[in-house]
């Protein structure tokens, strides 16, 4: 949601099929799903669509004998509460919600990189506000005034409110009094059709919350609504494919192997360490080749080389090296014959001045290879990958995309590669079907690799995510990976 992001024409989806749920903890299950006419209970919309279906779709949806199965709403485990969540053009993913007594249903994205949580008012006559659904308190006989002042900008827009209090529903738990913001005005990128869902549910850490409002999940814990205070996210790839986000536990049938724990560095985002990125199997971090001010010359089957192609490469970065070292020379005898006496930079390199400190020493040249210090953020609310313009130029010359628009063929997509980032000291495969988004309509490829010029940390959006089960754990601060094992399909 940070970014703009492209949307195709709108399907109407009209089921999912499920699987067993075997979690830890309290899980409540809530795959998301889309309002369907914005003037009628989403609910109630929902069912008269999925009346359509045949009287055998229990067996059509390939469901195991066991599973819980409702023909009247084809709700599948429906003791958990679930609603479905739904995969827009692979760009981001939304579910319902319900606010107040008696409840006023709205459609929400889950975003992991923000806190709070706000919906449209019935005050906001922005156009954004008028497409989608609005709350009225005024309606609700839990609602309270808190009557702070809201305001919170996005990387792609900006809403503006008021605080208020009332009953908030999801995925079968309810949490009373929570405090979330009422919008009286919101930027055009939350229109239709860019923007699809109504408001934002925030599932970052509290001290990232706007106003000092409690998250919900926050509250969640806080009230043990949730046996765990972890959540995970099972993203779909397809535009209407169905994934799933679990409240207070994790799913173990939704991934393969282990899952690869890492600590978060900074309890505001999910924010962990970021040691590199390769390509295939490239012997060179692409984090540290793009600090170099000629990796533009350097020619590119080298940039990608593998360690069986060392003898190349290091030709290449042999004449580099004496040729900085000629210039270093020339540059120091310049100095020489204007009277400074400096040593030559080789020179300081084997002997550096005896009362140097530890500092001056390490901002002494030196010919580290080291991966500069990083981070990246995991943010289920952007759609694609986030990271220093010069890095990201040099993927973009590697896969062939435009670094400026993401544009690129469509002609070539076999051949490319998967990246591998290292997070936590652990590396994650990204493949192209991932970091290239297709257009089905337009025909058209482009880049998932966006430059960001004021971010001080990567940000790993839906195109990363969606490869991996992502488990948060508020608690213990860390965040778990593991390959995902999707097997949920769309219709």
Same mark, same amino acid.
């Given at each position: 949601m ?5 949307i ?25 799903? #889309? ?24 067996q ?71 497409? $989608?659904? #609005?709350?009225? $308190?005024?309606?609700?006989s ?23 209090? *009332? ?12 405090p979330?913001?009422?919008? +009286? ?7 239709l059709?860019?923007?699809?869902? *109504? ?23 806080e009230? !043990? ?30 991934y ?9 560095? #900074? ?6 360490s ?11 971090n ?5 600090k ?10 080298? /940039? ?5 192609d ?6 290449? $970065? ?7 070292k000629?210039?270093?020379r /020339?540059?120091a005898?310049?100095? !020489?014959?204007e ?9 300081? #390199?084997?002997?550096?001045?005896? *009362? ?22 995991? *943010? ?8 220093d ?6 993927i973009?010359? /590697?896969?062939? !995309? ?14 490319l590669?998967?990246?591998? +980032? ?11 079907? $991932?970091?290239?988004?297709r ?11 966006v ?6 940390f ?8 969606? !490869? ?8 213990e ?6 390959? /995902? ?7």
């Amino acid at each position: 949601m940070k970014r703009s992001v492209i949307i195709a024409p709108l399907a109407l989806l009209l089921a999912s099929p499920m699987y067993h749920v075997q979690a830890f903890g309290k899980a409540v299950s809530i795959p998301l799903q #889309r309002s369907f006419n914005r003037n009628n209970n989403i609910l109630t919309t929902r069912r008269q669509a999925r009346a359509r279906l045949s009287q055998n779709s229990k067996q059509m949806m390939q469901l195991a004998p066991d599973v819980d199965f409702d023909e009247d709403t084809h709700d599948v485990e429906p003791d958990f509460g679930q609603v479905r969540l739904t995969d827009a053009t692979d760009t981001y993913y939304y579910g319902v919600i319900s606010v107040g007594t008696p409840s006023q249903n709205f459609t929400v994205t889950f975003d992991t990189g923000s806190a709070n949580m706000w919906i449209p008012g019935v005050r906001c006559t922005s156009k954004a506000c008028l497409q $989608h659904n #609005r709350y009225d $308190h005024e309606l609700s006989s839990t609602y309270q005034p808190l009557n702070g002042q809201f305001a919170i900008q996005y990387g792609t827009g900006e809403v503006r409110g008021f605080t208020s209090q *009332d009953t908030v529903r999801v995925g079968g738990i309810t949490i009373k009094d929570q405090p979330f913001a009422e919008t +009286i005005s919101e930027d055009e990128v939350f229109e239709l059709p860019d923007t699809e869902f *109504d408001g934002l549910f925030g599932l970052a850490f509290k001290s990232l919350a706007s106003g000092g409002l409690v998250p919900p999940m926050s509250k969640m814990i806080e009230e !043990a609504l949730v046996d765990e205070p972890v959540f995970a996210f099972a993203l779909s790839q397809g535009h209407r494919s169905f994934g799933e986000l679990l409240l207070g536990g994790y799913n173990e049938l939704h991934y393969k192997g282990d899952l690869r724990w890492m600590r978060v560095i #900074r309890s505001k985002y999910w924010q962990v360490s970021m040691e590199g990125i390769w390509y295939g199997d490239g012997k060179f971090n692409l984090l540290s080749l793009s600090k170099d001010q000629d990796v533009s010359k350097m020619p590119l089957d080298l /940039i990608v080389a593998s360690e069986t192609d060392a003898i190349p490469t290091d030709i290449w $970065h042999q004449e580099k090296a004496d040729e900085a070292k000629e210039k270093a020379r /020339i540059k120091a005898r310049k100095k !020489a014959k204007e009277g400074d006496y400096d040593m030559d930079l080789d020179e300081k #390199r084997r002997h550096p001045p005896k *009362d140097a400190s530890p500092k001056i020493k390490k901002l002494l040249p030196t010919q580290s290879n080291d991966a500069p210090e990083t981070s990246a953020i995991m *943010d289920t609310g952007t759609s694609f990958l986030l990271g220093d313009p010069n890095s990201i130029k040099l993927i973009s010359r /590697i896969i062939g !995309a435009d670094f400026r628009t993401g544009d690129m063929s469509c002609a070539h997509l076999s051949d490319l590669k998967s990246f591998w +980032i290292s997070l936590g000291g652990f590396k994650f495969e990204i493949a192209p079907e $991932h970091y290239v988004y297709r257009d089905p309509v337009k025909k058209t490829c482009s880049s998932a690799w966006v430059p960001s010029y004021d971010s001080p940390f990567w940000v790993l959006g839906d195109s990363f995510l969606r !490869a991996y089960y992502a488990v948060f754990d508020m608690k213990e601060k860390k965040v778990g990976l593991a390959p /995902i094992n999707m097997p949920l399909r769309h219709f």
